[in-house]
């Protein structure tokens, strides 16, 4: 199986390890996986913001980058639900048919990476270790656009060590939002700040999540408010042998 890793522009600007981790991770499985060099963004900024014709060329791009894949794997649910639902609008708005049929071949192959780890891989039990009280956020994209459901927490509940601890109004917005966080400012502060509220509630020493634009929300709130709670991709967790000698 040809597979592909798909960074995303967030990871790649400021948070390289989660790249990194999949990496390991996905290699520590058996999976031998590339990083193809002329990627760049999925394009959703562009389209949640109304710009679908300045989208066609990334999406373009996109789908050149990674033509001939099996499989595209992204620590993302977001960037994930952006090429597997809204490529398909880009290219048919831009009326070619050969971008319509590069599009159809790659997004029903790209998954956020527990989809990849459990649907296509078949494990839950990924070898990792991380003896530490956690709790999850289930991201907006993975949970209503993917529906990734509970794959996240199959994965979580086999690593070593690792105590999971519910989180009070899981499935509530962080209020990131990606363009929704700079034009409404004081809404998305306000969620995030209930957010928080609830990760402190749960007396966890780590939130974990599959996306790393909710995190860097969720945690500068938790950092203001020095509740002494990290925050760490679910690649990062799942790649990590803490403990194991």
């Known amino acids: 199986m040809r597979v592909a890793l798909m960074v995303?522009?967030?990871?790649?600007?400021?948070?390289p390890d989660t790249g990194k981790a999949v990496v390991t991770l996905l290699r520590r499985l058996g999976v031998d996986v590339d990083f193809p060099a002329a990627q760049t963004c999925c394009a959703q900024p562009m389209v949640n913001t109304g710009y679908l014709d300045e989208a066609v060329p990334v999406v373009r791009t996109?789908?050149?980058?990674?033509?001939?894949?099996?499989?595209?794997?992204?620590?993302?649910?977001?960037?994930?639900?952006?090429?597997?639902?809204?490529?398909?609008?880009?290219?048919?708005?831009?009326?070619?048919?050969?971008?319509?049929?590069a599009v159809a071949e790659t997004s029903p192959r790209t998954y956020e990476l527990t989809e990849f780890l459990v649907d296509v891989l078949g494990v839950t039990d990924v070898g990792a270790s991380f003896p530490h009280?956690?709790?999850?956020?289930?991201?907006?994209?993975?949970?209503?656009?993917?529906?990734?459901?509970?794959?996240?927490?199959?994965?979580?509940?086999?690593?070593?060590?690792?105590?999971?601890?519910?989180?009070?109004?899981?499935?509530?917005c962080c209020g990131f939002g990606g363009t929704f966080a700079m034009k409404n400012a004081d809404t998305s502060i306000a969620m995030g700040a209930d957010k928080a509220r609830h990760v402190r509630e749960t007396g966890a020493e780590v939130l974990v999540a599959g996306d790393n634009s909710c995190l860097m929300h969720v945690g500068g709130v938790l950092s203001r408010q020095r509740a002494g709670v990290r925050v760490m991709h679910l690649a990062e967790v799942l790649a990590s042998t803490e403990g194991i000698s």
Request: charged share 20%; with cysteine; proline share 6%.
């Open 62 to 101: 996109f789908v050149d980058a990674f033509a001939g894949y099996d499989a595209v794997v992204t620590p993302s649910g977001s960037c994930a639900g952006s090429v597997r639902h809204q490529h398909s609008i880009v290219a048919k708005r831009s009326g070619d048919p050969a971008l319509a049929a």
């Open 8 to 15: 995303t522009c967030v990871n790649d600007a400021l948070f």
């Open 133 to 172: 009280r956690v709790t999850y956020h289930p991201t907006c994209h993975s949970l209503r656009m993917l529906g990734v459901g509970d794959r996240p927490r199959q994965l979580l509940e086999q690593v070593r060590g690792l105590r999971l601890v519910d989180l009070p109004g899981a499935t509530e």
